[in-house]
């Protein structure tokens, strides 16, 4: 494929279409962000952003979408550069990259943001949602501290839609654990539709908790003993706060990362589907069985097969407009909470610079949604959430409820 200056790299694929007319009006960009031991100059930034473009072909594209089928197209000029004011707290870099859309053209759909620190850097990378996920997007702020050393990466190819990925899978899943249980029983109250809010521009509400290392540590142990998974006790803390504040029933949407659920390539795209569970205010007291029923209820979810049924559904009817795709995103995300957990940060080159990683960090426009983006690095989980519709003290009643699920007798 030619990817010189204005030549067609590809068509979307059919998710990737479907997200990119839902943004014709509902602007999606993601933040994820670096906090490293050293002062990273920005000559040397631009230069690593470089070497990243390279190493990522999506991340110098733009959205063509005057073709009959929108295509990505080769952008011309570097990733944006933009360097805050010294020590600028990350959380207001995030929220005010949330009011700054990203648009189709020129492109390319990515963006960094420096902030000088003494004696650190921060470093903020920003995706369109067309062309990354989470899981992509971390591999690419990796991929850029990489960089940063002095490491030089082999250019990649372009990645595929996952669409076509999936259709020529045919490998097992990443075992999750056996299912504790038969299938849930559908409940009517997870079909309901979400609402849209037009796009205002205006900054989110940004919180965020670091979970000590100890915490961290009693947490995996607990959720193996317990046959259950962090990301499910996640799902079931974020559950119990919501049903302490009064609401019956609560929907957590977890995107599925198709790299380990289906095994396909570790690339800077879109490679994920969402999975979505539900909890009953009665059925919320031992909170351990509520983590493994919802382990349960995600990994129905995961399997290759039903994520290939899912993919060939959007595939063979995909929205024709923005309306059909805001109506489809409505329907399938809906949810209380999102969390979006990208696992533990692979160690690799320059990694021994990284003092901490948040997010990713977004906001959807759907009314009363809370967005939580969970990662884990040098032994410690840290969650980020952004919202436009505050619950008081969320994030760290959610660290409070792990720490009790995971408290040990003394001497333990």
């Known amino acids: 494929m030619d990817t010189s200056q204005g030549r067609t790299v590809r068509p979307l694929g059919a998710f990737e279409r479907t997200i990119d007319l839902y943004m014709h009006r509902n602007p999606v960009q993601f933040s994820l962000v670096a906090e490293l031991s050293h002062r990273v100059l920005p000559g040397s930034a631009a230069a690593a952003l470089a070497v990243l473009r390279v190493r990522h072909p999506l991340l110098g594209v733009a959205v063509d979408r005057t073709a009959p089928q929108a295509v990505f197209r080769a952008a011309d000029g570097p990733i944006p550069l933009e360097a805050a004011a010294d020590g600028t707290p990350w959380q207001s870099v995030v929220a005010v990259e949330q009011t700054r859309p990203i648009p189709p053209e020129p492109g390319p759909l990515v963006r960094a943001v420096l902030v000088p620190g003494e004696p650190g850097s921060t470093v ?6 067309q062309i990354a996920d989470g899981v992509g997007g971390l591999r690419a702020l990796l991929d850029l501290v990489a960089a940063l050393g002095g490491e030089e990466p082999a250019p990649g ?10 259709a020529r899978s045919g490998g097992a899943a990443e075992a999750d654990g056996p299912a504790a249980g038969p299938p849930p029983e559908n409940d009517a109250r997870m079909d309901a539709p979400g609402e849209l809010t037009p796009f205002s521009g205006s900054r989110p509400h940004v919180d965020a908790l670091a979970l000590d290392r100890g915490l961290t540590a009693r947490l995996v142990r607990r959720c193996r003993r317990e046959r259950a998974s962090v ?11 919501f049903h302490r504040r009064g609401r019956e029933y609560v929907r957590v949407l977890s995107p599925v990362d198709l790299r380990r659920a289906a095994g396909l390539p570790d690339e800077v795209a ?11 205010v009665d059925g919320a007291g031992d909170f351990w069985q509520l983590a493994r029923r919802t382990r349960a209820a995600l990994s129905l979810q995961r399997t290759p097969d039903a994520l290939r049924a899912g993919a060939a559904a ?6 024709s407009s923005s309306a059909e795709a805001e109506a489809m995103m409505a329907s399938a995300t809906a949810a209380d909470v999102q969390i979006t957990n990208l696992g533990v940060a692979d160690p690799g080159p320059g990694m021994e610079a990284v003092t901490a990683l948040w997010g990713p960090a977004q906001t959807t426009q759907l ?4 967005v939580l983006g969970v990662v884990t690095v040098g032994g410690r989980l840290r969650m980020t959430e952004l919202t436009h519709d505050p619950v008081a003290g969320l994030v760290p009643e959610m660290g409070a409820v792990l720490a009790e699920a995971c408290a040990e007798p003394p001497g333990a």
């Open 367 to 370: 009314r009363g949604e809370h």
């Open 231 to 241: 990301h499910a006790a996640l799902c079931a803390a974020a559950a119990v706060v």
């Open 314 to 319: 959007i595939a063979g009817q995909p929205p």
């Open 270 to 280: 879109v490679r994920f589907a969402g999975a979505r569970t539900g909890s009953d």
């Open 157 to 166: 190819g372009v990645p595929e839609a996952q669409e076509d990925l999936l």
């Open 124 to 129: 903020v990378l920003t995706f369109a949602h």
